[in-house]
């Protein structure tokens, strides 16, 4: 396989992958397959079945005791497809407000959403 940047011979072996594509900061990827370019540092990883994971991590989330971030709020919105407005119907308490939930979304901070069944 040849780097997409240089097009010099990549190595590809399995590697932990810090995964902050996901927006979320302590997701790590066990065992996935990266690809690195010793000439200019380019990389590549493999994740395979990758909606699945998405699922996964949004399941992890739904299920814990504590309370969303705000990074977890986008996780879990953006995985649905919803705009804040759209979450913002789906929260539990009539009083949530589409800006609130940009808000939270933008700023990150802690707060306690459910999300109603």
């Not at 939930?101 to 959403?113: F, Y």
Request: positive net charge; aromatic residues 8%.
């Amino acid at each position: 396989m040849k780097c997409a940047e240089c097009g010099t011979t990549v190595k590809t072996r399995k590697e932990n992958y810090r995964y902050d594509e996901c927006g979320l900061k302590y997701v790590t990827l066990v065992g996935v397959e990266v690809s690195r370019c010793s000439k200019c540092a380019n990389y590549e990883i493999s994740i395979p079945q990758i909606e699945g994971l998405h699922r996964l991590i949004a399941r992890i989330l739904i299920d814990k005791a504590t309370r969303f971030t705000g990074d977890e709020i986008r996780f879990l919105r953006k995985s649905l497809g919803w705009s804040g407005a759209d979450f913002a119907r789906h929260v539990e308490g009539s009083g949530t407000k589409r800006a609130s939930i940009t808000r939270l979304d933008l700023e990150s901070r802690n707060q306690v959403w459910k999300l109603a069944s």
